[in-house]
């Protein structure tokens, strides 16, 4: 059986392109006792995985030169010399970008397919929508009637904290990119309002107009003049939730822009950066309430699914030109069992 992997080639400078991937074609070898063969279902392509490229340090090792990259991936076991996961169990692990993985089974998770569809797990119910959960109600800590701004609103975190905000009563504004996501924030997640910072012109004047009550809460997944502009509108206490950066993920130099720390000052403001690793301990709870919330209708969600495993790495470039609404993800195969 032939077995195709993703390497990064080289580390990019900039905006990443094709060049900086590479497939690699080599045989499957064969399963030992406590192992088991996955056939890769899902491929998750996510922003965090730029900063992985690069060898700066940060929160996660970097990815190696030469070596596949890796990534949520939820698979199926094909076939298995380990009791633990016999043929047919679905499950999902920060994987290597193959179509088929040897794996001794340690950290798999297995996920039932008939809480949600699989590729909810890679979003709504995995990493996005945790990070959603836990950056809005344990730093933002939202209280009904205040006024919640979510930059990358569109987006696979983005979409959950709106809705989450508008769940705990809250006045909900969105910043996207594009006229097809301001629509889909309003009349599809019920946000209260929503900003195109592509085209709105003066952002700090729309975004006054947007809040004409202040800002309580800030989930920031960009930072930028998005930030700049949510920044004066900030209320006494507020809180501002940073989960992404993404506005400096390609930069080539240091980012310069409004010094932040005197309105955090006078406004008595709290800003905190975040990984979701940081409440791992809570994750069943979290779960849990995801689960409940989306059976119950009470949250939408929306993914952006590419098909093929060619595909994957333009999946992910095309996350830093907005191509997405939802969660980017690529589909692979189909389930066997």
Not at 149 to 177: D, E, F, M, Y
Request: charged residues 20%; contains cysteine.
């Amino acid at each position: 059986m032939k077995n195709k992997t993703i390497l990064l080639a080289s580390r990019p400078n900039g905006v990443p392109t094709q060049e900086n991937f590479a497939f690699e074609v080599q045989d499957v070898p064969a399963l030992q006792e406590g192992h088991v063969l996955l056939k890769s279902l899902y491929v998750s392509v996510d922003p965090y995985m730029r900063g992985r490229m690069s060898d700066a340090a940060s929160y996660v090792a970097p990815y190696t030169v030469g070596e596949p990259i890796t990534g949520g991936i939820v698979a199926e076991v094909i076939d298995s010399r380990n009791p633990q996961f016999p043929k047919g169990t679905v499950v999902m692990d920060r994987l290597p970008w193959q179509q088929y993985i040897v794996h001794d089974g340690s950290g798999l998770s297995k996920i039932s397919p008939d809480i949600a569809p699989l590729s909810y797990h890679l979003g709504i119910l995995g990493m996005p929508g945790l990070t959603a959960y836990f950056g809005l109600l344990h730093i933002g800590d939202p209280k009904p009637g205040e006024t919640v701004v979510v930059s990358g609103a569109a987006g696979a975190v983005g979409t959950v904290v709106g809705q989450i905000a508008k769940l705990k009563g809250c006045r909900v504004v969105g910043v996207a990119g594009s006229d097809d996501k301001i629509a889909y924030l309003k009349e599809a997640l019920g946000f209260d309002e929503a900003i195109n910072y592509k085209t709105v012109g003066d952002l700090k004047e729309a975004m006054a107009q947007a809040c004409p009550d202040g800002v309580d809460v800030y989930f920031d997944n960009v930072g930028g003049e998005i930030s700049d502009a949510v920044y004066l509108k900030l209320n006494k206490f507020a809180r501002i939730a940073i989960c992404g950066q993404i506005a400096y993920y390609n930069a080539t130099s240091a980012p310069t822009g409004m010094r932040v720390e005197p309105i955090l000052l006078k406004k008595s403001a709290l800003m905190k950066g975040f990984i979701v690793s940081d409440f791992a301990q809570n994750f069943n709870t979290a779960a849990k309430d995801l689960v409940t919330w989306l059976k119950e209708g009470k949250l939408q969600y929306q993914e952006t699914i590419s098909e093929g495993f060619e595909n994957i790495p333009q999946a992910f470039l095309g996350l830093f030109s907005g191509e997405n609404t939802g969660k980017q993800l690529v589909k692979v195969a189909d389930r066997e069992g």
